[in-house]
């Protein structure tokens, strides 16, 4: 089996409340999400997604993604999509990092991968570890008190687990995580997720003021070194994620005792295969996960669902649907929030067919015809 082709797809993702905002009046109201099909001499097509979350979140653009794929699909025609560490060797051979764009062809070649096995993707990437994965619901940047009315929407909606995004003035994010912890029961999960948006001292301001609640510390700061700097001065478990792009990174913090946990995304590091790779280099250390990516429709939940899954449950702390966020279906087949949960697809491949009206008009076309 050999790639024949490649073809880009672009589609706005609009969102059902309207905005999302975070850290450093940083917003949003439609993401700009990129699908690719890859192609194969065998008549096995196979699907991935990649929506950045905006070009000030992470070193990541929509339009690059695109430009990116266009880059690298010529280098890739004519190779076994099945051969995944071989693919992803090629591709960082002929471009040089941006994980992102080698991320929606690794996924739709894991999509063929597992059509040509007549499997889904959970049991190639280890199988069954729970049968169904518990959501967290990011909630937008806004005043205190309309943040944790939306919690309370919510938990009355299914979910235990709560990603607030914080990173703003330091004295509203303490009313933020004070106000939202106070409503929310004991065994509900709380996270605080400042995405980079603090300085060293607005971050110890905070985790001294809320270090008696139960709450989880996430991105404090930029830089690996000033997030570190608040890690050793916190009793809070403390997560990271902005910072673990990679392998290298990730065996760094695991030297300096630098997290209890990270926020893996797959689209970051580069899509399932290297996720795969870290996700079980956390199993084997002892290292809790939000499995996720920086954002997408029903492609990129379908990833996701199926990586949670083959997760044990002990070391996924999170992870998200991020479809139930939009207001727009672009495939069939992918993972619906139920009371709070969801479940990957058992159908071979990632489970998703495209609803080609929700894609419109391909963009390129890389190879045969």
Avoid at 73 to 91: F, Q, T
Avoid at 164 to 173: P, S, T
């Amino acid at each position: 089996m050999i790639i024949t082709s490649v073809s880009i797809y672009q589609t706005d993702l609009p969102l059902k409340e309207g905005r999302y905002n975070w850290s450093n009046n940083n917003s949003i109201e439609a993401f700009d999400a990129t699908i690719v099909e890859v192609k194969t001499d065998q008549g096995i097509v196979g699907y991935g997604e990649c929506t950045p979350l905006g070009p000030s979140y992470l070193p990541a653009y929509a339009e690059g993604v695109r430009t990116g794929i266009r880059e690298l699909a010529p280098k890739i025609i004519d190779m076994d999509p099945r051969n995944l560490h071989e693919l992803n060797r090629r591709m960082d051979q002929v471009l040089r990092g941006h994980p992102y764009v080698k991320s929606a062809i690794d996924v739709a070649c894991w999509d063929i991968f597992g059509k040509a096995a007549h499997e889904p993707i959970w049991r190639l990437l280890g199988g069954y570890a729970q049968k169904e994965v518990k959501l967290y619901r990011a909630i937008s940047q806004e005043e205190p008190e309309i943040m944790a009315r939306k919690i309370a929407g919510y938990k009355a909606d299914g979910y235990t687990k709560f990603q607030l995004k914080v990173g703003g003035d330091a004295d509203l994010d303490i009313q933020r995580i004070r106000e939202c912890r106070n409503i929310l029961d004991p065994k509900d999960i709380l996270v605080a997720d400042a995405n980079t948006g603090w300085t060293m001292h607005e971050a110890m301001r905070v985790v001294s003021a809320v270090r008696d609640l139960d709450v989880y510390i996430e991105q404090p700061c930029p830089t690996y070194e000033e997030s570190l700097s608040i890690r050793r001065k916190t009793n809070l478990p403390f997560i990271l994620d902005e910072n673990i792009d990679g392998i290298q990174i990730l065996l760094r913090g695991l030297q300096d005792l630098a997290f209890d946990g990270i926020n893996l995304k797959i689209s970051k590091v580069g899509g399932l295969t290297k996720a795969k790779l870290i996700r079980d280099l956390c199993v084997a250390t002892g290292v809790v996960m939000t499995i996720e990516d920086t954002w997408g429709g029903d492609f990129v939940t379908a990833a996701i669902a199926h990586l949670a899954q083959s997760t044990p449950e002990e070391f996924l702390l999170s992870t998200t649907d991020f479809n139930s966020y939009g207001t727009k279906d672009i495939a069939e087949g992918a993972p619906q929030r139920k009371n709070g949960i969801m479940s990957a697809s058992n159908v071979p491949g990632l489970g998703c067919k495209p609803i080609w009206s929700a894609l419109g008009e391909r963009k390129y076309h890389i190879g045969a015809n």
